[in-house]
């Protein structure tokens, strides 16, 4: 008798003809579907942790296909998993072993800008009201959107990372300007979704509101979203250079990165990025223009705020090199700057923190991770970023009508520990490498909570799997999330056949 996995796939590959790709490769496909897709697909993953072979990827080209295919699934009960690119570092999140599948939503690359009521864009305070949405399949990566909206004049509200897919708005996501216009899933004006029972239904302001409001952060708990609808602003010129400091002069690095932090709460156009690696600390200086005029941000002239919020890192003299001279760009040219690079084939696993800025406790974190650099295993590499967030950042996200985040309005810091090691490590190695990273940030967390810095949100696009993500959202963002996943999947197919993700299930 056939296994409930192989009969799924056998009716799946006839009411999906072309669209699965199994280990052995399937014949049968007019797509030709080979073996070395199937290599291809299952080596994608951004850390190797994950790139485990599964009974079969299944590649929608449309909504109705996803449809089809989840309902499949669900009269099997066979496990599944959700894909948009991989680059989630959580095994089981984004990929699965042969016990289950993966619908790869790869195909979904659909991008068209569709008009809106001016009147009603403003009024939904989404902070765009320039009538322009940005209609893009779950299968765009953001390199590709923002050189596709900057050709038209546009900008949208995304990673920055290139290769990074819309994965990141599933979790709320963090941009490079963030006090701007608020985080990744604010700029959502709208998704479809394929519902378990089959639905394919809109989430927006206007229908299915508590659904939509929900997925601004909540996670894979509900649905599969098919199209993610992005408000567009005016395309925003960049100005951004990246300098390279010795990590020798952490104290003043860490003074001046809470100097620019305060200046931050009052000129929302500022990003940075601190990121402390054994050779250098790499720190990001990001400007944005006058989107509306679309002018460039050294032709402004004003009142120089942005310039002299970059001063406290001027005069140190710990400088080594420009990693990138000050470059005059675009959110799509700096994400190339930042892109990783391609082929890296190895291991990794991120924890993530947020805290009140505080030079004390960055100090106290820089030298945690020395003595965590002497306990990582042989070629691994330990860094870790403080990205700065505004209030201006939340109160952005409330006026563009809230999320499900539960996120203070306070100057705050989003940290991501990160540990990559070779693929090729021992049991032993894997374990002293999570280990490292674990217990740095149990170091960092205890500093900043006995020195009350400690936040309770955990950004879901830089937490582990066993970080209480959706708990940080708070007790009546769950309750909310609950009930939506109740209304809207009310036979818990998301909860109890998706094989892993930040999910309601998981909490007590
Ligand atoms: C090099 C690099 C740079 C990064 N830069 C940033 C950054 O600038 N800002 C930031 O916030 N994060 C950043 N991240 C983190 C990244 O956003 C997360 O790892 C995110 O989860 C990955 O997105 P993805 O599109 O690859 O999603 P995947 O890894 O494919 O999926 C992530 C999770 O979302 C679910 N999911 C994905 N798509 C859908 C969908 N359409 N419907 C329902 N569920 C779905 C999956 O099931 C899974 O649980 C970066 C990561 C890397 C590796």
């Known amino acids: 008798m056939a296994s409930p996995v192989s009969a799924a796939l056998q009716f799946l590959r006839d ?30 993953p951004w850390s190797s942790t994950c790139w485990q072979a599964p009974a ?60 809106v009521n001016e009147v009603t864009a403003a009024e939904s305070g989404i902070g765009c009201g320039n009538g322009k949405i940005a209609r893009v399949g779950a299968g765009n990566r953001w ?13 949208a509200i995304g990673g920055r990372d290139p290769g990074v897919g819309m994965g990141l708005l599933v979790g709320g996501g963090l941009g490079a300007v963030p006090n701007l216009h608020g985080v990744p899933s604010n700029g959502l004006r709208g998704v479809e979704i394929v519902l378990s029972d089959g639905r394919i239904v809109n989430a927006n302001a206007d229908e299915n509101a508590d ?60 990003g940075t990025f601190t990121n402390f690696n054994s050779a250098f600390v790499a720190v990001g200086f990001i400007t944005a223009g006058d989107s509306a005029s679309s002018s460039q941000v050294e032709s402004e002239g004003g009142s120089g705020t942005v310039t002299e919020a970059f001063k406290p890192f001027e005069s140190l003299d710990s400088k080594m090199m420009d990693a990138c001279p000050t470059t005059n760009g675009t959110l799509g ?14 291991k990794k696993y991120v924890r ?23 306990t990582i295993p042989k070629d691994a590499v330990l ?46 190695d894997d374990a002293a490498a999570r280990n490292a990273v674990t217990c740095l940030v149990e170091k960092v967390r205890n500093a900043a909570k006995s020195r009350d810095h400690l936040l309770p949100y955990l950004c879901a696009t830089f937490a582990s799997s066993d970080q ?10 769950i309750e909310i999330m609950k009930a939506v996943s109740r209304k809207y999947d009310p036979d818990g197919v998301f909860q109890s056949q998706q094989y892993g993700g930040f999910l309601l299930r998981d909490l007590e």
């Open 143 to 155: 390199g590709v959107v923002y050189d596709w909206l900057e050709k038209q004049g546009l900008s």
């Open 352 to 374: 993530t923190l947020t805290t009140t800025p505080s030079a004390d406790l960055y100090n106290d974190a820089y030298n945690a991770w020395r003595a965590a650099l002497d």
């Open 333 to 346: 040219s700096l994400a190339k700057v930042m892109a990783h690079a391609a082929g890296d084939e190895k």
């Open 56 to 115: 079969a990827y299944i590649l929608p080209e449309s909504s109705s296909e996803v449809a089809t295919a989840l309902s499949i699934l669900k009269q099997s009960g066979i496990k599944f998993v959700v894909r948009s690119t991989g680059h989630n570092p959580n095994p089981g999140f984004s990929s699965i072993g042969d016990e289950g599948v993966v619908i790869d939503l790869a195909k979904l690359q659909r991008r068209e800008i569709v008009e």
């Open 468 to 477: 209480g993500v959706l708990s940080s959202y708070g007790a009546q963002n």
């Open 211 to 270: 659904l939509y409001r929900a997925l601004k952060g909540g996670g894979s708990n509900f649905g599969i979203i098919t199209r993610f609808d992005l408000a567009t602003h005016p395309l925003i010129p960049l100005q951004y250079s990246i300098t390279l400091y010795s990590p020798s002069d952490y104290t003043n690095i860490n003074r001046a990165t809470v100097q620019l932090q305060e200046d931050m709460e009052s000129e929302p156009r500022i």
């Open 15 to 44: 009411r999906l003809p072309g669209r699965v790709i199994t280990p052995d490769a399937d014949t049968s496909a007019p797509a030709s579907a080979s073996a070395a897709d199937f290599t291809t697909l299952t080596n994608q």
């Open 383 to 428: 860094h870790y970023t403080i990205q700065p967030v505004g209030s201006t950042c939340v109160r952005e996200a409330e006026k563009a009508g809230g999320n499900i985040l539960g996120l203070k309005a306070v100057a705050q810091c989003w940290w991501v520990f990160t540990i990559e090691w070779p693929r090729e490590s021992t049991p032993e």
